[in-house]
């Protein structure tokens, strides 16, 4: 299993299914027709990836990026994104931040003598998480279907201001995701779910997470597909999105390890703080 490839399709619903719903979520008013790559090739940039990416009806972009955090660097980096864009294609690019809870308030203009640059920012704390996760709360429990704003608004309370810290409502969100009872439904959130943590979930989170999505489709796509290929080399690759690269002698001695120890290691891969934590399994 290629499985940077499965990913990608896992993304790729994303993109699609934000593009359809999330777009109002936000107050956009501008016709969304496809989305677009998100990678910057050749740009000399630590992180030259955005988050979302869209082909607007009026030939231009839109832009999205989720922040949780507050850095001057961020908006130099989405000024160098937007630019590199605008150079490229010669298509005007408009930019919303969407920032988390713990931000309320943040620099949206860079003043660069003959560059000016500015930025929409949206800030989540302008919404009740608590209230809308009661409200879905009983929704899902009565097995009343969601509507496409319900699945949004799941999607997005971790980042709403609550009475608890993230990590606690993200893991609330992952458990009453769970008991979506229509599979669509389901589907929807999860994938949504999927993206969002690839890039702002702890490791304790997303633990819990893979708990719950190997029980969604989107959790038997890489199940599936891994079937093919062989476990071990599942986890080899899994290892190296996770740390970069692999030594050779862990990855020769995977290969040989029985299922059950493939297994374990894939189990407990959130919790690997380094490479070396593999010799444990390798000397039972």
């Known amino acids: 299993m290629d499985y940077n490839k499965v990913e990608d399709t896992i993304m790729k619903k994303a993109m699609e299914y934000f593009k359809d719903h999330a777009i109002k ?18 740009i000399e940039i630590k992180t030259n990836q955005m988050d979302y990416l869209f082909y607007t009806e009026d030939g231009g972009y839109l832009h999205f990026e989720f922040q949780t955090t507050n850095k001057k660097d961020d908006l130099s980096r989405f000024l160098y994104y937007d630019t590199s864009l605008y150079c490229k294609d010669k298509k005007k690019v408009k930019t919303v931040v969407i920032y988390s809870a713990d931000i309320e308030n943040t620099d949206t203009y860079i003043d660069g003598g003959s560059v000016k640059y500015s930025v929409e920012a949206f800030y989540m704390n302008s919404l009740n998480g608590d209230e809308r996760f009661d ?4 929704k899902i429990i009565n097995g ?13 309370i971790p980042l709403m201001k609550t009475k ?25 959130c999860t994938t949504l779910l999927y993206a969002l943590f690839d890039k702002f979930g702890d490791e ?9 999505i190997s029980m969604t489709e989107v959790g038997k796509m890489i199940f599936e597909d891994g079937k093919a290929e062989g476990k071990a080399e599942v986890l080899i690759k899994l290892l190296i999105k996770k740390f970069k690269s692999v030594p050779q002698q862990y990855i020769d001695k995977i290969k040989v390890s029985p299922e ?13 703080e380094k490479i070396q934590d593999l010799e444990k399994y390798f000397t039972l």
């Open 260 to 272: 059950v120890v493939v297994e374990e290691i894939a189990t407990d891969i959130f919790e690997l």
């Open 144 to 156: 009343t279907p969601l509507t496409d704003e319900d699945i949004v608004n799941l999607t997005f």
């Open 25 to 42: 979520f936000f107050g956009i008013e501008e016709k969304i027709i496809a989305p677009a790559v998100t990678e910057l090739k050749n």
């Open 135 to 138: 409200y879905l709360k009983e």
């Open 164 to 188: 608890e810290d993230k990590n606690t409502r993200i893991m609330k969100c992952i458990e009453l995701a769970d008991k979506i009872k229509i599979k669509e439904d389901k589907n929807k």
């Open 204 to 212: 304790v989170s997303k633990k819990k997470f893979m708990e719950v």
